[in-house]
């Protein structure tokens, strides 16, 4: 490591391999750079409440003249939420997360928030979700977030919801529909509709067809549907090719949670691709996504078989 103080800049430099590295990009998540009585710059460390007259970026050296690329992929089964965005800035961005109180959602909606972006934590507690709001402060001070109530299983809670963010007269730059329940015993909404189907798929279609414009006067803006590798393992279709609107919402004898799971799920891609296909002209971009075989999340919380299986297959798969 060295320092040319005719140039003001540090270095890192190998004795062997000659490689050199430097200081560059903007600080880490959380830090800030202030200045004292004297003149002297340091640096202040929001998160873990310190300060240091050393530049935090030199944890974070970039080399001079990087290699090729390598063919290993840059992310993999290993990566964190916060390591996929680490480096970028997002302030000024606005982002609408359902079911963003614990699971997938809560690090999703962290990350985003502690790397700048305005997050709208979508619950349909809104108890649960200002607890998530807190967690997110307590990492945070200065993290711009807040909590709203949307209950998917309630079409005129989406309508509210989307009414209330309207009116903020805010843009909204990325809908991430995360919210799902699975395994849970066959029930109708207040809408008369199977809970899994509309919780799932209906309840989201809904919030992106209010919520279309204000994503298009933001472009370019991005909606990213969670789905599931398990949209497989159905077919909403009748025995001539036809869509069959009978298994979308089942009756009662007809109901097998897994399978309403799983044609929820093709739901969510299917309506993710046509919403590309319509929008992407217009800036707004749409993609679905597999998030993890049987990640442990609170998702199987509704039956104690499901729990079980979840819990065996903890030890071989991704962790929140």
Not at 54 to 77: H, M, S
Request: hydrophobic share 35%.
């Amino acid at each position: 490591f060295s320092c040319s103080h005719l140039e003001e800049k540090t270095q890192w430099e190998h004795p062997k391999s000659g490689k050199r590295k430097r200081v560059a990009g903007d600080l880490p998540y959380g830090w800030e750079q202030e200045t004292d009585e004297n003149g002297q710059v340091y640096f202040v460390d929001h998160i873990n409440k310190r300060t240091t007259y050393l530049d935090p970026r030199l944890a974070f050296t970039v080399e001079d003249n990087p290699a090729k690329p390598t063919t290993r992929q840059k992310y993999d089964g290993n990566s964190t939420a916060m390591e996929i965005l680490q480096g970028r800035d997002l302030s000024g961005k606005v982002v609408i997360i359902t079911g963003a109180n614990s699971g997938i959602g809560f690090e999703t909606a962290k990350s985003l928030a502690l790397h700048g972006a305005y997050v709208i934590l979508a619950c349909r507690s809104l108890s649960r979700g200002s607890d998530a709001v807190q967690r997110i402060l307590g990492e945070w001070h200065k993290a711009k977030v807040e909590a709203m109530t949307l209950d998917l299983a309630s079409l005129q809670s989406v309508q509210h919801f989307a009414e209330a963010f309207k009116s903020k007269n805010l843009p909204l730059h990325v809908l991430i529909c995360n919210a799902a329940v699975f395994g849970v015993p066959w029930c109708l909404t207040e809408d008369g509709l199977e809970s899994t189907f509309q919780v799932n798929h209906l309840g989201h279609f809904y919030l992106v067809q209010l919520l279309e414009e204000v994503l298009r006067r933001s472009s370019p803006a991005r909606v990213v549907v969670v789905a599931s590798e398990s949209h497989r393992f159905t077919e909403i279709k009748d025995s001539s090719g036809k869509l069959d609107f009978s298994l979308l919402s089942p009756s009662k004898k007809e109901y097998w949670a897994m399978l309403a799971y799983n044609r929820s799920k093709l739901c969510n891609i299917l309506f993710s691709n046509e919403l590309n296909r319509r929008l992407s002209p217009h800036g707004v971009t749409s993609n679905s996504l597999h998030p993890g075989n049987m990640i442990y999340s609170s998702l199987h919380r509704h039956w104690w078989v499901y729990t079980l299986l979840f819990t065996l297959a903890r030890p071989f798969t991704k962790s929140m």
